[in-house]
């Protein structure tokens, strides 16, 4: 069975993105400290030509298959029988485009906002930037844990060095709580590596029926590093801290990209990996899913802090991701993986607004604001947006997202689709209820003389305004990527482990 | 009768070294720069690494063995004096110790390690060992103005006189029971007169673990570490928590795995327990260390403990995992030495973790590598602290010891904490007082070879690991 196809861009692209910044971030260690305006400069170069180079994946993504594309792979520690291994598919392609996207913009939120050590700061970005892209690519196992675990580094130093008051408590929470799931994942990685005949190829993991008490175990294990990333009730708490304490620029990575992971890993290890212990999860992961959805609402309607108010609305929409993932059929799934890029803008936008006055105001108490609409129009307007796209009104992209979601919901549970229904209601509430107390009422007197978004922040937020409409509008250009992929997978997982794939594909031969 | 000359190569390197060693000693009697005598030892390790590439063989009847296994393990003890003694020249300076016995009590300890990870009979072993604990007792207690330090030496030596009789006491049991010290035969006499249950020999491999655990600093034979790490000079702590301990495993990989390898069960026993403790104690109590060298104490507990692991693994993988986790484990630990030394110039300690407070506004780059060695101790990749757990989990889940992992895993969790203190204190707090650094050229070089080693060995591992397997072949 041909699991990957060979490379369509005829150079190695993926190790291009994932290297590019990891070299810009040297060529940032040799650039002497006190040019503040050449680091600057020459990060935000790095991360557009980052971003243009992976704009290839976009035009050249052959979207009429599952497998595999613009694969490398290279022996890298053969003792271990670990490859070098990259390659994309229609899950994972988005996620690179969102996270070269996202750094742009972190880059041009920072501009101003960072005042100490900017060689640090933007050689930590850069870092984790490729980090993240390696996370989405690595087809190995063990090439994805070391991607998932250096990533942690720099998002450490990002938070705890340059992050609120509160930073340093929030820095090693964040740090402990990934830590301590992802050390348990790798022993269910080595576990794995045994069964399946010391091979940490992801690919060929999938196709090997396993037992399903060690399905079972496994997918715990692998569930206490994913649902920590995403992350899920009960182990969300990490969350509110660590974005509420972390830069603008850190919020805008955690919220838009790397909470994105945990799902992600579910949908790449666990589910294929272990199909039958994911099937007979389900409705435990709903139950969490519906949890977190009311719950992360409920909460987001008492905080009095901005950005703990987005944060909590993160577990919300989050549970949303995981509900649909977990419906286990097509738009579920779809949804689910949409609403991830959704998330990514709509958070990533929101962060970058609340960054955007906090810059002008430096405080986040809500009860400090109030009538800014009247000062600030532009930047309003851009908020408003944003705002309606997290409730998920029609033709913003948080319809599409939610909507599919709860119709995947619906078929996989009545109740858990009415409840997260609900949890709609309750979006609409905080969000409306902290737009009113933002921009509306009268004018807080600290908020009058504030100067509207300038054209640097303009840019930063364009592209998000013009990608909730065109996901909102039009979503097929983004779904296309994924219906091949998500098909494979749902194949995968209903009909169980390797024989019964390759049987129901036989059939479905004879049919065509 | 005539006498057989026995076959002198497997022995050269240690021979050489024990040459060129009292010529060292006799020239500090003429030379007064105290940094050529370092350049000579050196210069002499580097004779004995040439040396080592032929001595492959057996000698003296079996009682002294030169394999892959105790090359690798000698490796390591080359490394060790050559970044030790780049660390100490200026730093024996500072400390106003500048002699040339600390050099020449390094070279006789190294040369009691290289002993240990040869001997194939328990006496050889015994010379071995005491010979690198009495040299190691000095160097503790070099600072002689310093109670600390003379505190260290005196505590070291006691709890070590302990050990070295449990050993003792542990070879004679074996004698009494087998009729034998050579290791290759005490194995084979348990094998053919089926011992595997027998109470004296069950006693005796207690008394033999007892003595190697002391060494290598493992619960609950660990008390004289936090206090001897402390006082000695850091140099010296650096030495200590890298080459006996190296030595240490190195005899226990060869007498439970060789002498006692039909036994497993019962060895692996309590080497179990043992090893739970150690890193549940090490990672613990580090959490509330105030004093640098104190929490690397501790730290170098932990360390003992993953490496049991590998041991308690007790298969060929389980024991090239060792090798691998060592040789890393060398270069990070001295690194982060190298750091701590820096940091002591005259009239100010710099041993406390507050210290660090802010170093990376005022010194980028020390603060960068004192980084880099604190994730690879923690095990984050891309260091070579990975590679190490890593492999050592590997084999023994391998062996079938997954709960045992996931035990080991939390652990190393939990040791984020104090590593990640380090980092918090240097990068998120601002600078307290201006820190001078006594930087020289030989610990720029020094610092630069662990770095640059931990970063290699974290990205491309396959050459350490390679070499560890290959180590381990036949053994």
Known sequence: MEQAMTNSVGFPILSTLIFLPVAGAALLLLIDRGKEELIKWVSLGVSIITFLVSLLLFTNFDKTTHLMQFTEKRAWIPAWNVNYSLGLDGISVLFVLLSTLITILCVLISWNSVKTRFKEFFISLLVLEGAMIGVFCALDFMLFYIFWEAMLIPMYLLIGVWGGPNRIYAAVKFFLYTLVGSVLMLVGIIVLYFYAGRTFDILELMTKPYPIHMQLLLFWAFFAAFAVKVPMFPVHTWLPDAHTEAPTAGSVVLAAVLIKMGAYGFLRFSMPILPEATKAMTPVMIGLSVIAIIYGGVICLAQTDLKRLIAYSSVSHMGFVTLGIFALNTQGMEGGILQMINHGIVTGALFLSVGAIYDRTHTRQIADYGGVASVMPVYATMFMVFTFAAIGLPATNGFVGEFLIILGGFAASQLAGVLSATGIIIGAGYMLWLYQRVFFMEINPKMSGLSDIDAREIMALLPMVILIFWIGIYPDTFLGYMHASVGHLLERVNTGSGQAVATARDVMEILK | ?475
């Open chain 2, 1 to 475: 009768m005539q006498f057989v000359m026995p076959n002198l190569v497997p022995v050269m390197p240690e021979i050489a070294l024990t040459v060129l060693t009292l010529c060292i000693l006799m020239a500090d009697l003429f030379i007064k720069r105290k940094e050529t005598i370092a350049l000579m030892s050196v210069i002499s390790v580097g004779v004995v690494a040439y040396l080592l590439v032929g001595s492959l063989g057996t000698t003296f009847n079996g009682m002294y063995v030169s394999d892959g296994y105790s090359t690798f393990f000698k490796l390591i003890f080359i490394v060790n004096v050559i970044l030790t003694v780049l660390i100490s020249v200026k730093y024996i300076e500072v400390e106003k110790v500048n002699f040339g016995e600390y050099y020449i009590l390094i070279l006789f300890a190294t040369l009691g390690m290289m002993l240990m990870a040869s001997a194939g009979d328990l006496i050889i072993l015994y010379l071995g060992l005491e010979l690198m604990a009495l040299s190691t007792y000095v160097l503790a207690g070099f600072i002689r103005y310093d109670t600390k330090s003379n505190e260290a030496a005196m505590k070291y030596f006691l709890l070590g006189a302990f050990a070295s009789a449990f050993l003792l006491y542990g070879t004679s049991m074996i004698y009494g029971l087998t009729g034998t010290t050579d290791i290759k035969a005490i194995s084979a006499y348990i094998v053919q007169h089926g011992l595997a249950s027998n109470p004296v020999l069950t006693l005796s491999m207690i008394l033999f673990g007892v003595a190697f655990s002391f060494k290598i600093a493992a619960v609950p034979f660990h008390m004289w570490t936090p206090d001897a790490y402390e006082g000695a000079p850091t140099s010296i702590t650096a030495f200590m928590s890298v080459g006996p301990k190296a030595a240490g495993f190195a005899v226990l990989g060869r007498v439970f795995m060789v002498a006692f390898g039909s036994v497993k069960v019962e060895w692996a026993a309590f080497l179990v327990p043992i090893a739970i403790l150690t890193m549940a104690l090490g990672n613990i109590v580090a959490l509330s260390q105030t004093n640098i060298k104190r929490m690397l104490a501790y730290s170098s507990i932990a360390h003992a403990g993953y490496m049991l692991l590998g041991i308690i693994a007790g298969t060929t993988d389980g024991m090239a995992s060792v090798l691998n986790y060592m040789l890393i484990y060398g270069f990070m630990n001295m690194g982060a030495f190298a750091v701590v030394i820096m940091l002591r110039s005259e009239g100010f300690k710099g041993d406390n973790i507050s210290d660090y407070q802010g170093l990376s506004k005022t010194h980028p780059v020390a603060a960068a590598l004192m980084l880099v060695f604190m994730f690879s101790l923690t095990g984050i990749p891309p260091t070579a602290g990975f590679m190490g757990k890593f492999y050592i989990f590997m084999s023994a889940i391998n062996a079938g010891y997954a709960w045992l992992v996931i035990v080991a895993v939390i652990f190393s969790a939990i040791s984020a904490y104090f590593y990640l203190r380090i980092v918090m204190y240097m990068y998120m707090k601002e600078p307290k007082e201006t820190v001078q650094l006594s930087t020289s050229p030989g610990l720029g070089l020094a610092l630069a070879i662990t770095a640059a080693a931990v970063l290699l060995i974290g990205i491309l591992p396959s050459v350490v690991v390679n070499s560890a397997k290959i180590a381990v072949v036949g053994f």
